[in-house]
């Protein structure tokens, strides 16, 4: 399942990743800083829904109560939710 997420809060604007079951595939972040949303889809390849959850949701950003990573992890959750 394909799913598109509006980012709150960040740099990036937009994040676009693709569940299994609920295994996350083929994340692809629209703005932010380049290193950081190249990096963050590798490690999160393949990797549970929970996974995910379980090593970045939470995370913040320069005092804004999240980041890329953490709406990523949110993005996760609301994929899953939706597919249900």
């Known amino acids: 399942m394909k799913y598109t997420y ?13 569940l299994e079951g609920n295994v996350v595939h083929n994340v692809k972040f629209t703005g932010g800083c ?16 929970e996974e995910v959850e379980s090593k970045i949701k939470g995370i913040s950003c320069n005092g804004r109560g999240t980041s890329c990573g953490d709406q990523l992890a949110r993005a996760c959750r609301e994929a899953l939710e939706a597919s249900k």
Do not use: Y
């Open 6 to 18: 509006k980012t709150k809060g960040t740099c990036s604007t937009l994040i676009e990743l693709e």
């Open 34 to 49: 380049n290193g950081n949303l190249q990096a963050i889809p590798r490690l999160v390849e393949g990797l549970t829904v």
